[in-house]
Antibody
Framework: EVQLVQSGAEVKKPGESLKISCKGS????????IGWVRQMPGKGLEWMGI????????RYSPSFQGQVTMSADKSIFTAYLQWSSLKASDTAMYYC?????????????WGQGTLVTVSS | QSALTQPASVSGSPGQSITISCTGT?????????VSWYQQHPGKAPKLMSY???NRPSGVSNRFSGSKSGNTASLTISGLQAEDEADYYC???????????FGTGTKVTVL
């Protein structure tokens, strides 16, 4: 069974750094793109970018380029999303999701989401 | 990066059919057959309902059907059921640096 399990909720202060994780199981982790999607409170879905764990090829949405860093450790089947300096506006639910196939395919499996709260 | 345009809400009675629209441009919806639809219940992760305009993933009811005409894609839910009440989002490949974009989302209410 394909599963994506995300790390738990985080509460941080503005300016702090953060790295959240997404562990895949039940499939060949290195041969499927993993993406990240933001959902701010009461708002819609926003496509952040995707990473190919096999070689760490990464594609960012221009809206998130330079704001976050995506990475993956294929030895432990885990993808990461990190911030070097959080802002209050980063408060949101963050989902990881697996691509069905290539870069144009949809997200077929989703993690349960990680709630990030940034508040002073 | 501008989102695809969806109606904020659509409603229908049990058993009826409803259609949710998703309007983009020739750089996304109109130019490629890479339109997907997701269902999201409150507090839950999204679920893929349709992809490449009209393909249904295994396990998704055939009451859900996708289509496209020009720059507008549509998701039709037939035989509306109470469990279909949720938010629905379209997404599309977009040429250029954006790669993919979601729609604004539609809240479906079963009356």
């Amino acid at each position: 069974e394909v599963q994506l399990v995300q790390s738990g909720a985080e509460v941080k202060k503005p300016g702090e750094s953060l790295k959240i994780s997404c562990k895949g199981s039940g499939y060949s982790f290195t041969t499927y793109w993993i993406g990240w999607v933001r959902q701010m409170p009461g708002k819609g879905l926003e496509w952040m970018g995707i990473i190919y764990p096999g070689d760490s090829d990464t594609r960012y949405s221009p809206s998130f380029q330079g704001q976050v860093t995506m990475s993956a450790d294929k030895s432990i089947f885990t993808a990461y999303l990190q911030w070097s300096s959080l802002k209050a506006s980063d408060t949101a639910m963050y989902y990881c999701a697996r691509r069905l196939g290539g870069t144009t395919t949809p997200f077929d499996y989703w993690g349960q989401g990680t709630l990030v709260t940034v508040s002073s | 990066q501008s989102a695809l345009t969806q109606p904020a809400s659509v409603s229908g009675s049990p058993g009826q059919s409803i259609t949710i629209s998703c309007t983009g441009t020739s750089s996304d919806v109109g130019g490629y057959n890479y339109v997907s639809w997701y269902q999201q219940h409150p507090g839950k992760a999204p679920k893929l309902m349709s992809y490449e305009v009209s393909n249904r993933p295994s396990g998704v009811s055939n009451r859900f059907s996708g289509s496209k005409s020009g720059n507008t894609a549509s998701l039709t839910i037939s035989g509306l059921q109470a469990e279909d009440e949720a938010d629905y989002y379209c997404s599309s490949y977009r040429s250029g640096s954006t790669l993919e974009v979601f729609g604004t989302g539609t809240k479906v209410t079963v009356l």
